[in-house]
């Protein structure tokens, strides 16, 4: 497919990325040079420097180079705190490969991830602790070194004291009991110990449950994260200040997309970067934004906006400095954008990404956004739309999303069948995301190609269906799933959450018909307390599935 978006370009946007580092941890120590006493981040009020990100960094990575060889996992199982940067950095510089875990995953699910990866090491939140220590002498596992770190680890010492005491004796923390050292012990050890910095190939086994179902670690390499962010860095330069951002993380770095856009693009730009270590609780967090004026980047995802929107106190906010909102995730409703923008006076910036392309593919211009796209692939990305033969579809054409660029993952880890399922012998990587790609050049992600609905021959997307009734004022909520039909193989079902309870079956239908035809309209409507959401807010349809069988 011709790269017609590539006319459509701001003259200050190249077509091609070129990437002259040979590491992150490269980029990592040229920051540090730039930057030195500046500000990095701050977490509860408490500070890390760029010169202390880096020693620090330089202590736990001697402390681990002690104890791991070349190439081993390490995983990393941490909210927003201070520690998460430190580690990723450590870990890079001993030549360890990072393997990122939800710190609420269930003992069950950190089990796979631990066992799937041979993790030797596991850097774990106390809180998160007693999840391990429910499989800790499971004979399956093989972790050597274990490593607890508490939330206030790198405060000063009265308020770590005061964060130990509220977490441990008035939360009463759940205890756990295995084999560990503490993060600090940990650092002091590092600061004696001898550090020779070195490279391995792979970066991150970053997690998903990908194009293929179960989760598998998508293996990262450090070409395919300096090249995604040489293209993320080539697309925001125009409009962002080096050294001068500050930015508001409140999605979790163990994600991909906070990891790449947070982490690596606005850190490593020299942004300060204010950590939210848990965005739900929405009081301290919406005095925060209200406290720290000069914020000026917010990352998130549709769940996040509509959270923060649905506060009174959000609209109280000085905005005057908000320069950039990116969404990624999921598809952002087209309320949410609405009122987003006219909360804050900035629109919000859609992308589209996925772990296997470390993450990111399209964005919209961040002058020029448009609702309801996701913009245009990056510089060096091709794109192309296939039909279910492997035909190359024309431009408006419906059909499969592949994608070929540098930031596509070198494949899944220890899994060559699942990697050839989407990895085909050219690097095209098959997305199973139903796509077009207009006469502008902008790509549209329909749906999921396992998600879309086949209602007696006509496709039915259930994005279509969500966003037409995310527009109705007494719908808080909504999920649409394709159930077994008699007459016509498959018909749409709606999950509904209401805001008003007195919202029935015939009005939802009604509504509905002033939008769609008649075979889009849900057959079924359930309404429900909550939807399956994953922890950055996307609804989970196949628990939604699963619960019907």
């Given at each position: 497919m011709e790269k017609i978006w590539l006319k459509k370009y701001p003259q200050d946007i190249p077509h091609e990325i070129h990437v002259s580092s040979q590491s992150i941890t490269q980029e990592f120590e040229t920051a540090v040079q730039k930057y030195n006493s500046k500000t990095a981040f701050t977490n509860y009020d408490e500070s890390l420097s760029f010169e202390e990100w880096s020693k620090y960094s330089n202590q736990f990575s001697a402390f681990l180079q002690r104890h791991l060889k070349k190439g081993d996992r390490i995983a990393v199982m941490l909210p927003n705190t201070l520690q998460f940067p430190v580690a990723v950095m450590s870990a890079l510089q001993a030549g360890l490969v990072v393997v990122n875990i939800n710190p609420l995953y269930t003992s069950r699910e950190l089990k796979h991830i631990l066992k799937d990866a041979d993790v030797k090491a596991l850097l774990i939140l106390a809180h998160s602790a007693h999840t391990f220590s429910e499989i800790?002498?499971?004979?399956?596992?093989?972790?050597?070194?274990?490593?607890?770190?508490?939330?206030?680890?790198?405060?000063?010492?009265?308020?770590?004291?005061?964060?130990?005491t509220i977490t441990n004796f008035i939360k009463k923390m759940k205890p756990y009991k295995f084999k560990h050292i503490s993060f600090r012990k940990a650092l002091k050890q590092g600061a004696f110990l001898p550090l020779k910095k070195t490279y391995n190939e792979l970066t991150f086994l970053q997690y998903t449950g990908g194009t293929t179902g179960t989760p598998k670690g998508a293996m990262l390499t450090h070409k395919n994260i300096l090249s995604n962010l040489e293209q993320c860095r080539a697309w925001m330069h125009p409009f962002l200040n080096e050294g001068q951002e500050t930015s508001v993380i409140a999605l979790p770095l163990y994600h991909i997309f906070a990891l790449m856009v947070n982490l690596l693009v606005l850190s490593l730009y020299g942004s300060h970067s204010i950590l939210i270590t848990?965005?739900?609780?929405?009081?301290?967090?919406?005095?925060?934004?209200?406290?720290?004026?000069?914020?000026?980047?917010?990352?998130?995802?549709?769940?996040?906006?509509?959270?923060?929107?649905?506060?009174?106190?959000?609209?109280?906010?000085?905005?005057?400095?908000?320069?950039?909102?990116?969404?990624?995730?999921?598809?952002?409703?087209?309320?949410?954008?609405?009122?987003?923008?006219?909360?804050?006076?900035?629109?919000?910036?859609?992308?589209?990404?996925l772990t296997e392309a470390s993450p990111v593919v399209s964005c919209n211009i961040i002058s020029e956004p448009l609702q309801g796209n996701c913009g245009y692939p990056f510089p060096s990305t091709e794109v192309r739309i296939v039909d279910p033969s492997g035909k190359t579809l024309d431009v408006g054409q419906e059909g499969e999303l592949h994608i070929k660029g540098p930031q596509v993952m070198k494949g899944y880890w220890q899994k060559p069948q699942e990697t050839a399922q989407v990895l085909d012998?050219?690097?095209?990587?098959?997305?199973?995301?139903?796509?077009?790609?207009?006469?502008?050049?902008?790509?549209?992600?329909?749906?999921?190609?396992?998600?879309?609905?086949?209602?007696?021959?006509?496709?039915?997307?259930?994005?279509?269906?969500?966003?037409?009734?995310?527009?109705?004022?007494?719908?808080?909520?909504?999920?649409?799933?394709?159930?077994?039909?008699?007459?016509?193989?498959?018909?749409p079902k709606a999950f509904i959450v209401r805001k008003d309870s007195n919202l029935n079956e015939e009005e939802v239908e009604a509504f509905l018909r002033k939008s769609l035809v008649a075979y889009k309209i849900p057959k079924y409507i359930e309404f429900v307390d909550e939807l399956p959401l994953s922890y950055v807010g996307k609804v989970l349809r196949r628990s939604l599935r699963d619960s019907k069988k």
């Open positions: 800790a002498s499971d004979k399956d596992l093989n972790i050597p070194l274990v490593i607890v770190t508490q939330l206030g680890d790198f405060f000063s010492p009265f308020k770590r004291i005061l964060f130990y848990n965005p739900r609780d929405t009081k301290p967090f919406i005095q925060l934004l209200k406290k720290t004026k000069s914020w000026s980047v917010f990352t998130g995802v549709n769940a996040l906006f509509k959270l923060l929107l649905n506060q009174e106190e959000f609209k109280e906010i000085d905005f005057t400095n908000l320069k950039v909102c990116i969404a990624g995730g999921t598809a952002v409703e087209s309320a949410v954008y609405k009122e987003w923008h006219t909360a804050t006076g900035t629109a919000l910036v859609e992308g589209y990404g012998s050219e690097g095209w990587l098959k997305t199973g995301d139903i796509a077009r790609i207009n006469k502008e050049g902008y790509l549209q992600i329909l749906d999921r190609k396992k998600d879309m609905i086949l209602v007696s021959g006509f496709n039915v997307f259930p994005n279509e269906i969500e966003q037409v009734l995310s527009e109705h004022p007494q719908v808080k909520d909504s999920a649409v799933i394709g159930v077994p039909d008699e007459h016509s193989s498959q018909v």
